[in-house]
T-cell receptor, first 117, second 113 residues
Framework: AQKVTQAQTEISVVEKEDVTLDCVYE???????LFWYKQPPSGELVFLIR??????QNEISGRYSWNFQKSTSSFNFTITASQVVDSAVYFC??????????????FGTGTLLAVQP | NAGVTQTPKFQVLKTGQSMTLQCAQD?????MSWYRQDPGMGLRLIHY???????DQGEVPNGYNVSRSTTEDFPLRLLSAAPSQTSVYFC????????????FGSGTRLTVV
């Protein structure tokens, strides 16, 4: 079975603080993909990043960075020097690859990040 | 390029009414899905399609029907609306969602009273 756990329901920080959003996943497959999506107050879902299970390199994109650790089944997301515009719900998602492309993304329950000015 | 277009954006239904949520994409994606988003539950898959004429059930299919007569369109039908179907519905499409994730529509907020 596949599962994604985002244990942090809500996080509140003050602008310029660093914040890490946790994502723990479960899958028995050796080939899988992990994703992060952002849902700002306007409601749309915005793709942020994907990572496949064979690539454990950390990724940095501006103030955003992602730490993928297979040993702990985690794919955590860090925002450095947070800004009010980072306020959103963030979803982690998982898909596996059964010898062919799968069409199901399993989402976590999301983490609401509130950045206070 | 419009991407994924959902209509309507908002809808209020009375219990027992039926309606169709429309979804269209112009990216020639084979894969399309419907998710519902409820507080504290993330996004849950209702139905999905791997191409025209092919659909299958997701995690929470009860009370919903889908069809896929063209690559572009993937409507979601509520046969007899219930208050438990009050939710935000997202349509999504992809070339290969397992590898590349989905492009999502802007959502439909449905209230059943």
């Amino acid at each position: 079975a596949q599962k994604v756990t985002q244990a942090q329901t809500e996080i509140s920080v003050v602008e310029k603080e660093d914040v890490t959003l946790d994502c723990v996943y479960e899958t028995r497959d050796t080939t899988y993909y992990l994703f992060w999506y952002k849902q700002p107050p306007s409601g749309e879902l915005v793709f942020l990043i994907r990572r496949n299970s064979f690539d454990e390199q950390n990724e940095i994109s501006g103030r955003y960075s992602w730490n993928f650790q297979k040993s702990t089944s985690s794919f955590n997301f860090t925002i450095t020097a947070s800004q009010v515009v980072d306020s959103a719900v963030y979803f982690c998602a998982l898909s596996s690859y059964y010898g062919g492309a799968t069409n199901k993304l399993i989402f976590g329950t999301g983490t609401l990040l509130a950045v206070q000015p | 390029n419009a991407g994924v277009t959902q209509t309507p954006k908002f809808q209020v239904l009375k219990t027992g009414q039926s309606m169709t949520l429309q979804c269209a994409q112009d990216m020639n994606h084979e894969y399309m899905s419907w998710y519902r988003q409820d507080p504290g539950m993330g996004l849950r898959l209702i139905h999905y399609s791997v191409g025209a004429g092919i659909t299958d059930q997701g995690e929470v299919p009860n009370g919903y029907n889908v069809s896929r007569s063209t690559t572009e369109d993937f409507p979601l039908r509520l046969l007899s609306a219930a208050p438990s179907q009050t939710s935000v519905y997202f349509c999504a499409s992809s070339y290969a969602p397992g590898q590349y994730g989905y492009t999502f529509g802007s959502g439909t907020r449905l209230t059943v009273v």
